[in-house]
Protein backbone atom coordinates (compact mmCIF):
# COMPACT_ATOMS: atom_id res chain seq x y z
CA UNK A 1 0.00 0.00 0.00
CA UNK A 2 1.31 3.55 -0.78
CA UNK A 3 -0.80 5.18 2.39
CA UNK A 4 -3.43 6.32 0.56
CA UNK A 5 -6.92 5.30 1.36
CA UNK A 6 -10.56 6.21 0.31
CA UNK A 7 -8.99 10.06 -1.05
CA UNK A 8 -6.87 10.40 2.47
CA UNK A 9 -3.10 10.23 2.34
CA UNK A 10 -1.52 9.01 6.29
CA UNK A 11 -4.94 9.56 8.11
CA UNK A 12 -5.11 13.22 7.11
CA UNK A 13 -7.28 14.88 4.10
CA UNK A 14 -5.26 15.78 1.10
CA UNK A 15 -5.09 19.52 1.32
CA UNK A 16 -4.97 19.82 5.55
CA UNK A 17 -1.52 20.66 7.03
CA UNK A 18 -0.44 18.53 9.96
CA UNK A 19 0.26 19.98 13.90
CA UNK A 20 3.67 19.61 13.50
CA UNK A 21 3.77 21.61 10.49
CA UNK A 22 0.68 24.07 12.12
CA UNK A 23 2.66 24.47 15.24
CA UNK A 24 5.73 25.04 13.10
CA UNK A 25 4.44 28.10 10.90
CA UNK A 26 2.77 29.53 14.18
CA UNK A 27 6.38 29.84 15.93
CA UNK A 28 8.15 31.39 12.53
CA UNK A 29 4.89 33.78 12.79
CA UNK A 30 5.58 34.38 16.54
CA UNK A 31 9.09 34.75 16.28
CA UNK A 32 8.92 37.10 13.49
CA UNK A 33 6.29 39.17 15.49
CA UNK A 34 8.31 39.64 18.22
CA UNK A 35 11.28 40.85 15.94
CA UNK A 36 9.06 43.50 14.80
CA UNK A 37 7.93 44.25 18.19
CA UNK A 38 11.35 44.85 19.50
CA UNK A 39 12.58 47.21 16.29
CA UNK A 40 9.30 48.88 17.60
CA UNK A 41 10.38 49.46 21.31
CA UNK A 42 13.78 50.25 20.13
CA UNK A 43 12.69 52.87 17.20
CA UNK A 44 10.55 54.22 20.57
CA UNK A 45 13.26 54.22 23.04
CA UNK A 46 15.47 56.13 20.36
CA UNK A 47 12.67 58.97 20.08
CA UNK A 48 12.43 59.08 24.05
CA UNK A 49 16.28 59.58 24.26
CA UNK A 50 16.51 62.79 21.59
CA UNK A 51 13.59 64.17 23.82
CA UNK A 52 15.59 63.83 26.68
CA UNK A 53 18.62 64.98 24.95
CA UNK A 54 17.17 68.24 23.76
CA UNK A 55 15.69 68.93 27.14
CA UNK A 56 19.48 68.29 28.83
CA UNK A 57 20.69 70.96 26.14
CA UNK A 58 17.64 73.13 26.85
CA UNK A 59 18.92 72.85 30.56
CA UNK A 60 22.97 73.20 29.65
CA UNK A 61 21.72 76.54 28.18
CA UNK A 62 19.98 77.64 31.03
CA UNK A 63 22.78 77.27 33.61
CA UNK A 64 25.05 78.83 31.26
CA UNK A 65 22.34 82.01 30.94
CA UNK A 66 21.75 82.33 34.59
CA UNK A 67 25.44 82.13 35.37
CA UNK A 68 25.68 85.02 33.04
CA UNK A 69 23.36 86.78 34.48
CA UNK A 70 24.69 86.14 38.33
CA UNK A 71 27.71 87.80 36.75
CA UNK A 72 25.53 91.11 35.63
CA UNK A 73 24.13 91.52 38.72
CA UNK A 74 27.32 91.08 40.44
CA UNK A 75 28.73 93.40 38.28
CA UNK A 76 26.00 95.75 38.60
CA UNK A 77 26.19 95.97 42.85
CA UNK A 78 30.19 96.51 42.29
CA UNK A 79 29.36 99.05 39.80
CA UNK A 80 26.39 100.29 42.29
CA UNK A 81 28.95 101.17 44.56
CA UNK A 82 31.48 102.62 42.53
CA UNK A 83 29.64 105.02 39.53
CA UNK A 84 26.38 106.65 39.75
CA UNK A 85 23.08 105.29 39.37
CA UNK A 86 22.42 104.80 35.58
CA UNK A 87 25.19 102.71 34.95
CA UNK A 88 24.46 99.90 37.23
CA UNK A 89 20.62 100.13 36.62
CA UNK A 90 21.25 99.25 33.35
CA UNK A 91 23.27 96.28 34.33
CA UNK A 92 20.72 95.48 36.65
CA UNK A 93 18.31 95.70 33.64
CA UNK A 94 20.11 93.00 31.52
CA UNK A 95 20.98 90.44 34.47
CA UNK A 96 17.70 90.32 35.27
CA UNK A 97 16.59 90.23 31.45
CA UNK A 98 19.34 87.00 31.58
CA UNK A 99 17.66 85.46 34.22
CA UNK A 100 14.10 85.81 33.19
CA UNK A 101 15.54 83.86 29.68
CA UNK A 102 17.14 81.54 31.90
CA UNK A 103 13.78 80.58 33.78
CA UNK A 104 12.22 80.18 30.42
CA UNK A 105 14.36 77.80 28.97
CA UNK A 106 14.88 75.72 32.28
CA UNK A 107 11.03 75.31 31.91
CA UNK A 108 10.93 74.32 28.11
CA UNK A 109 13.91 71.76 29.22
CA UNK A 110 11.72 70.86 32.34
CA UNK A 111 8.85 70.02 29.48
CA UNK A 112 11.39 68.09 27.28
CA UNK A 113 12.28 65.81 29.55
CA UNK A 114 9.06 64.70 30.96
CA UNK A 115 8.15 64.20 27.60
CA UNK A 116 10.56 61.36 27.61
CA UNK A 117 10.48 59.77 31.19
CA UNK A 118 9.57 57.34 32.15
CA UNK A 119 12.15 55.61 29.51
CA UNK A 120 9.68 52.53 28.14
CA UNK A 121 8.79 51.66 25.08
CA UNK A 122 4.61 52.19 25.91
CA UNK A 123 3.33 52.00 22.65
CA UNK A 124 5.31 48.40 21.94
CA UNK A 125 4.50 46.98 25.24
CA UNK A 126 0.57 48.16 24.39
CA UNK A 127 1.21 46.63 21.02
CA UNK A 128 2.84 43.06 22.31
CA UNK A 129 -0.76 43.32 24.66
CA UNK A 130 -2.95 43.51 21.67
CA UNK A 131 -0.82 40.18 19.65
CA UNK A 132 -1.26 38.21 22.71
CA UNK A 133 -4.87 38.75 22.98
CA UNK A 134 -5.32 37.70 19.63
CA UNK A 135 -3.33 35.14 19.98
CA UNK A 136 -4.82 33.69 22.77
CA UNK A 137 -8.37 34.28 20.53
CA UNK A 138 -7.24 32.01 18.00
CA UNK A 139 -6.03 29.39 20.30
CA UNK A 140 -9.32 29.12 21.53
CA UNK A 141 -11.11 28.40 18.36
Partial sequence: MNGKVNGHVDGHRAGERSVGTLVKQGTEQ????????????????????KKAGIGGGLFGAAAL?????????ITAAIVAIAIPLPLWASALIVG?????????????????VKRAVPPTPDEAVDSMKDDLATIKERAKR
Fill in 96 to 112: GGLLLFAGLLALAGRSQ
Fill in 65 to 73: LAFFGLAAL
Fill in 30 to 49: LSTLVRQEMKLAQAELTKKG
